[in-house]
């Protein structure tokens, strides 16, 4: 069975340093990988994903996150960190040889962005 | 472009009673997801479509859950005999297609209360 998981509730970081938010996965097959965010009252948004190639893949805001096959991990980083960054971060995986398409989501992680 | 539209937003009901929660997915679109969001969890899977048809329904909690799409565009969720556990957000998804790694594209969710 695929799994995520996100193994801080939260993360604090001053602004202007580097964010690091932590997931980890568990499929059968090669994985897709996936980060969205959550604003207060609001829907979940696409930030970036890993399909295949490249092991770091850049998404919006500045996000980028790191494909690590040996250790089953695809953290999210950003160089700076700004205040309107803090929110809610989830971590999701889809196992395309699973035989079904759905998407599992991590706990979330909140990131908090001090100023 | 109008993104996934889903009413109503707020929902407060009687234990018992039966509730029915709608989604308007982005134009185009044949996957729509629905998850379930407790307080300070991720999204839980609930059911996806592939058009017309419900895919893979293993998230629904119970049989008081079903969920339709007639004509492979608005999807109804429907909760018989509401508990008080279910009290949550429903978050409705769309994408482009299962088969293709696409992201997903929430709505804001429909927040139901069950007094």
């Known amino acids: 069975a695929q799994s995520v998981a996100q193994p801080e509730d939260q993360v604090n970081v001053a602004e202007g340093n580097p964010l690091t938010v932590k997931c980890t996965y568990s499929v059968s097959g090669n994985p897709y990988l996936f980060w969205y965010v959550q604003y207060p009252n609001r829907g979940l948004q696409f930030l970036l994903k890993?399909?295949?190639?490249?092991?770091l893949v850049k998404g919006s805001y500045g996000f980028e996150a790191e494909f690590n096959k040996s250790q089953t991990s695809f953290h999210l980083k950003k160089p700076s960190a700004l205040v309107s960054d803090s929110a809610l971060y989830f971590c999701a995986v889809r196992d395309p040889s699973s035989g079904t398409y759905k998407y599992i989501f991590g706990t979330g992680t909140r990131l908090k962005v001090l100023a | 472009g109008a993104g996934v539209s889903q009413t109503p937003s707020n929902k407060v009901t009687e234990k018992g009673k039966y509730v029915e929660l709608r989604c308007d997915p982005i134009s185009g679109h044949t996957a729509l997801y629905w998850y379930r969001q407790s307080l300070g969890q991720g999204p839980e899977f609930l059911i996806y479509f592939q058009g017309t048809g419900a895919a893979d329904d293993s998230g629904l909690p119970n049989d008081r859950f079903f969920a339709v799409r007639p004509e492979g565009s608005v999807s109804t969720l429907k909760i018989q005999r509401t508990e008080r556990g279910d009290s949550a957000v429903y978050l409705c998804?769309?994408?482009?297609?299962?088969?293709?790694?696409?992201?997903?594209?929430f709505g804001e969710g429909s927040r139901l209360t069950v007094l």
């Open positions: 890993y399909i295949t190639g490249d092991n």
């Open positions: 998804a769309s994408s482009t297609g299962t088969g293709r790694a696409g992201e997903l594209f």
